[in-house]
T-cell receptor, first 111, second 114 residues
């Protein structure tokens, strides 16, 4: 039962353009959503998060949008840079408890 | 400030041996979580601990796996009688006391079972 889904296993974007990574969830109990970035042989690094009471959160080049009615969130990276090439995981939880992760999207930024 | 520390980074065991994975959380963090990532998959929750207490072990296999977070010292994930299917990356995360949703991850331990 995959409660958090990232349907695009990979995405290639030209340097300087916008990268949009998508995530869908099925469990309406989730009240907090997070994005992590992961390089090979390293642990996930926290990027940005959003509470279910908001629909947008912005931090520098990263913006997360939440559409609760559609149970959908997205991560926008603009402008995309070569160092952004990594695997991005969407995660969700409720009540400060365990995170449920998606399967990840591999982002490749083309110079 | 040191982040989450995990050791060893790489661990090779033969089938039937025991594996012990250690995790030291961020200083001041009282919540520890263990996750496992199998090849080409996302991270799967295993267990959530506070000092001397297991809060949620719903993701732990029923047999051979155990975890602890003692009053003093690191959290330990123990796998007895390892099998090839246990080969994976095991990540530990920590978070501050309740009210903080973000979890901060260590570099992981890559377990290979021969």
């Amino acid at each position: 039962d995959q409660q958090v889904k990232q349907n695009s296993p990979s995405l290639s974007v030209q340097e300087g353009r916008i990268s949009i990574l998508n995530c869908d969830y099925t469990n309406s109990m989730f009240d907090y959503f997070l994005w992590y970035k992961k390089y090979p042989a390293e642990g996930p690094t926290f990027l940005i998060s959003i509470s279910s009471i908001k629909d947008k959160n912005e931090d520098g080049r990263f913006t997360v949008f939440l559409n609760k009615s559609a149970k959908h969130l997205s991560l926008h990276i603009v402008p995309s840079q070569p160092g952004d090439s990594a695997v991005y995981f969407c995660a969700a939880n409720f009540g400060n408890e365990k995170l449920t992760f998606g399967t990840g999207t591999r982002l490749t930024i083309i110079p | 400030n040191a982040g989450v520390m995990q050791n060893p980074r790489h661990l090779v065991r033969r089938r039937g041996q025991e594996a012990r994975l250690r995790c030291s959380p961020v200083k001041g963090h009282s919540h520890v979580y263990w996750y496992r990532q199998l090849p080409e998959e996302g991270l799967k929750f295993m267990v959530y601990l506070q000092k001397e207490n297991i809060i949620d072990e719903s993701g732990m296999p029923k047999e051979r796996f155990s975890a602890e977070f003692p009053k003093e010292g690191p959290s330990i994930l123990r796998i007895q009688q390892v099998v090839r299917g246990d080969s994976a990356a095991y990540f530990c995360a920590s978070s501050p006391p309740p009210g903080y949703n973000e979890q901060f991850f260590g570099p992981g331990t890559r377990l290979t079972v021969l």
